[in-house]
């Protein structure tokens, strides 16, 4: 269950745009600590860089390197080395925040920055990952969070309910908000009774001065290692009884019994207009899609999933029977539309589906007016229906490929074909 029984933290200030001078300030601290074989020794989040606006895809190149560099050193100690760089971007796109777990093989494993700071303006710099996955390692799963991911409790619980008894943390966590890290940190490992090690940078940073205060907390809540406020390193044991002990009890992390009712998720507009409402004055963005999903198939649910990732909820307007006979004659739909919207609604990556009655769900966005219209690719931007309104309201069209090449049309006929 534990990946490690060893932790280190090496804390320093992370030089703006300097990868040279911070990798041997990691090689310094490295050397002063001495810890002993099979530790994982964390980094602060972008150790190499910081984040050094402007230069980040040149940043991004450099990674492969500094990859090799901590191998050697893992591979004359026996330690591994975890902390985030910037990760070249494989389409040619904004790189992204990685926290790589690097032994003396190399790269094992990594996690992708869920969640970017827009505060720092981080989602100018880098794209966000997805898959936030633990690690998977000979001896267990590493759990992995970047900075502001510790703020979503659900990433951290996801992965100790997979399996993982350790997550390791790697940030650029401001003084202004030292308590918000050690509370942050404390609740993780107490909710997902977990090791919690957390590697922070230190001093100014640019702009910004830095909390330091690295931490190691137990499942329990104790703290196993603090740093302070300046650069520094520190070790401590993982005491794998403890965990055992403490989830022989009650294991609150292994429950998770299913609460919510999906067919709530089926709403009229008028209900859902106040949702939104509430929604909307937290800062969310409301994504929208529409169509009739008569046989909802893998195509549909891949571009819902893409749909849902360009907002922070997602509604899905849905023809009605009558619209859908508009569109494509009497013998469709195949499936009511209660059903369609039932179907739908189980759906994790849909928030809310209306039902509307015309022939385009023109005045439904009117009435909605969503941050972000998603349609198909094969649609150009000037027959989107309802683009314009959207664009004028300050919104956004995003056009989504699908992933399979699936008809609704061709599945049907292939069904009717097999009944004759």
Request: glycine residues 10%.
């Amino acid at each position: 269950m534990l990946p490690f029984r060893r932790v280190a933290l090496l804390q320093f200030r992370v030089r703006l745009g300097e990868p040279a001078a911070n990798l041997e300030r990691v090689r310094a601290l490295f050397a002063d600590l001495a810890p002993a074989e099979g530790t994982l020794v964390l980094l602060p989040e972008l150790w190499s860089c910081g984040f050094d606006a402007g230069r980040m895809a040149r940043h991004a190149a450099a990674t492969p390197a500094l990859l090799d560099a901590l191998r050697g050193l893992a591979a004359a100690s026996g330690a591994w080395f975890a902390g985030s760089l910037p990760e070249p971007a494989g389409n040619g796109g904004l790189p992204r925040n990685t926290f790589f777990l690097t032994g003396p093989d190399g790269v094992a494993g990594r996690y992708r920055k869920q969640h970017l700071f827009a505060f720092w303006k981080e989602d100018r710099l880098l794209a966000p990952g997805d898959r936030p996955r633990a690690i998977a390692t000979a001896a267990g799963l590493l759990g992995a969070l970047v900075c502001y991911d510790l703020r979503f409790p659900e990433l951290a619980r996801e992965q100790a309910f997979a399996g993982c008894g350790l997550l390791a943390v790697s940030a650029q966590w401001p003084m202004v908000r030292l308590d918000h890290w050690q509370a942050l940190l404390t609740a993780r490992a107490i909710e997902n009774q977990v090791f919690v090690a957390a590697c922070n940078s230190c001093g100014r940073t640019g702009h910004t001065e830095m909390a330091g205060h690295s931490m190691a907390v137990a499942p329990d809540g104790s703290r196993l290692l603090t740093l302070g406020s300046d650069a520094g390193s520190g070790q401590c044991s993982l005491d794998g009884s403890l965990l055992a002990t403490l989830r022989s009890r009650f294991c609150s992390v292994g429950e998770r019994p299913w609460p919510w009712h999906d067919r709530d998720k089926v709403i009229s507009l008028e209900g859902l207009l106040p949702r939104l409402a509430a929604i909307r004055r937290q800062g969310s963005r409301v994504a929208f899609t529409n169509g009739c999903f008569d046989i909802l198939h893998a195509g549909h649910v891949s571009y819902l999933e893409q749909a849902r990732r360009c907002g922070d909820c997602l509604v899905v307007g849905l023809n009605s029977d009558r619209s859908v006979r508009l569109l494509k004659g009497d013998s469709r739909p195949v499936n009511g539309e209660q059903e369609r919207a039932r179907v739908l609604a189980a759906l994790g990556c849909v928030d809310f589906v209306v039902i509307f009655d015309d022939e385009t769900p023109i005045d439904l966005i009117r009435a909605l007016l969503p941050d972000v219209l998603v349609k198909g690719a094969d649609w150009p931007e000037d027959r989107i229906v309802g683009a314009a309104e959207v664009k004028a309201a300050g919104g956004r069209v995003e056009r989504i490929a699908f992933e399979h090449q699936v008809s609704t049309s061709a599945v049907i006929e292939s069904i009717r074909g097999q009944g004759d």
